[in-house]
């Protein structure tokens, strides 16, 4: 057993953070839940309601509105609050050591306290199940976990780690109890027990029925008396449920052209729908397996850079609902650069591609099959690959064609090193530069691609996440964005933009639209109609 830490004083940045996660301004909020209720639809899947799996959108939705963390994100911010905790805090100079205390009478839906335990529990928990699915991987900067009292945590971490903070505010610092919860496997009755602003009523395959939690006891104040998310399994049925008035919005992978078609309509006061759009900081990337036979080659990697017209892609494929990316790290995160439009150019350039492939010896068309996955990252993901392939081919220096297979076999296929080429797509758990360089490279990276990352994992992610200061990290992410666009693991493509469409009546999506990625059900009220 590890002693107790020895507290030592706080630099000044770090007495910053701690400022920051204090309680002022993070006043209790209440269940609310007087307005009217909310039916939602959506495409995507709720693959898991048990927090220690679910690393997708759909089950990270439910992680957020129904259980707590001990920070959160408020809405329009990407500075983490305090949520289950009264206050949190690096109590080191290395950002080794992180405490919390926690509110106190905190409860859970089924009325048992939440205490310090339950925190311990919860992590612990994550770490020890370590589901492929699951987001302990977002988590292995912890050690050990203290619980002095029943209101106190204190976590020792492994290595230095400033982002400790938003990783926790996220889906992954989601608190059970542990007196509901198996310690060693995950719970497969498809309920939930959780202290957040909602309990989870009943999930099953075609809707998921959340009510406001009497027991809640943090910052949000419910603007509804319950939300209902339908799910559709085709973007038409749910632009026609939202036209129809069956759902009163509609949020992620509506087709981009419905989306591009409602936008119009509202436009011309056609109709008495609303779209409303977000920031984002969802991304696209090729990715490429450097063991492969042909896209381990650097000069056909480059060639492929080199003839990629996202403009082009975004205006056929996406209606313009999304931007052109040119760097791992997203436009509007601190640390952004340009380095791969830099380096290749915002137009195809077929002679410096050519180039690239005579430097490997390549004087004949490269076959290459580009490998995609339907639904998963999106309704137009198979046919954004066979628009890239198309541009390849039109060079003349490629013969690529498209293959699509269903997630399982395309995760498996992409683990067993089968593939030269494949889509990612990659929503963030926490707004910083980190959570979109970290966890694509060293071992049991998200990407499968084979990359030896050198520096990057070496040196460079290792010193910013010992900088307590986010701004100060910018050079060392620069450095990295350039060596990627110089290596060229990945392709980035496209940065998405956030929308939702609902009725008149709706307001208050636009809190739930920020590059958070926190879709609060309690910031969204509905009007009654006459």
């Not at 959160?72 to 289950?84: D, I, L, N």
């Not at 996202?310 to 209606?319: F, G, I, Q, W």
Request: hydrophobic letters at 35%; aromatic letters at 10%.
């Amino acid at each position: 057993m590890r002693n107790r830490a020895t507290w030592v004083a706080l630099p000044a940045s770090a007495v910053l953070t701690a400022a920051l996660l204090s309680g002022c301004g993070a006043g209790d909020g209440g269940s609310g839940g007087q307005g009217e209720p909310i039916v939602m639809g959506m495409t995507d899947d709720v693959l898991f309601v048990d927090p220690a799996s679910g690393y997708d959108p759909g089950s990270w939705l439910v992680f957020n509105n129904v259980f707590q963390s001990l920070l959160s994100f408020p809405k329009g911010g990407t500075q983490p609050q305090p949520e289950a905790a009264e206050k949190c805090e690096f109590r080191d100079s290395a950002s080794k050591v992180f405490t919390c205390t926690l509110k106190e009478g905190l409860e859970f839906s089924n009325g048992n306290s939440l205490t310090s335990k339950d925190v311990k529990f919860s992590f612990d928990r994550t770490l020890e199940i370590d589901h492929p699915d699951g987001p302990a991987i977002m988590l292995q900067s912890i050690d050990s976990i203290e619980t002095p009292d029943e209101r106190t945590v204190v976590f020792h971490l492994n290595t230095s780690d400033a982002t400790f903070p938003q990783k926790i505010a996220s889906g992954a610092g989601s608190i059970v109890d542990h007196r509901a919860y198996p310690a060693d496997a995950l719970r497969t009755d498809g309920k939930a027990v959780g202290s957040g602003v909602y309990t989870l009523d009943s999930f099953g395959t075609k809707e998921a029925v959340f009510t406001p939690n009497s027991s809640y006891r943090g910052s949000a104040e419910v603007q509804n008396s319950g939300m209902t998310m339908k799910f559709f399994d085709d973007p038409a049925k749910l632009k026609e449920a939202v036209q129809s008035e069956r759902v009163d919005l509609a949020y992620r992978h509506l087709a981009t052209e419905d989306i591009a078609e409602l936008e119009a309509s509202t436009t011309s006061a056609q109709t008495d729908i609303q779209v409303v759009q977000g920031t984002s900081a969802e991304v696209h990337h090729l990715v490429f397996n450097h063991d492969h036979p042909v896209a381990g080659k650097l000069g056909v990697r480059q060639a492929i850079a080199y003839l990629l017209d996202r403009s082009t892609l975004l205006r056929d494929v996406y209606a313009r609902t999304a931007e052109p990316l040119y760097s791992i790290v997203p436009a509007g995160i601190t640390g952004h650069n340009t380095a791969f439009f830099d380096r290749y150019g915002q137009r195809p350039q077929p002679e410096k591609a050519r180039k690239a492939l005579e430097s490997e010896g390549i004087s004949e068309p490269v076959r290459l099959t580009l490998w995609s996955t339907p639904v998963r990252y999106g309704a137009q993901t198979d046919e954004e690959l066979a628009a890239i392939a198309e541009q390849l081919n039109a060079s003349g220096l490629f013969e690529a064609d498209v293959k699509s297979v269903e997630l399982d076999q395309y995760e498996k296929d992409i683990a067993a090193g089968k593939y030269g080429v494949y889509v990612k797509g990659w929503v963030p758990d926490y707004p910083d530069a980190d959570n979109f360089t970290a966890p694509f490279f060293g071992d049991g990276n998200v990407l499968g691609n084979r990359y030896d990352a050198g520096e990057i994992t070496g040196s460079l992610l290792p010193r910013t996440a010992a900088q307590s200061s986010r701004s100060a990290t910018t050079e060392d992410f620069g450095t990295i964005q350039d060596i990627v666009a110089e290596e060229l693991p990945v392709l980035p493509v496209w940065q998405g933009k956030q929308y939702a469409v609902a009725q008149e009546s709706i307001s208050g999506l636009e809190w739930t639209l920020d590059s958070s990625t926190v879709f609060r059900f309690w910031e969204i009220r509905k009007t009654p109609t006459d």
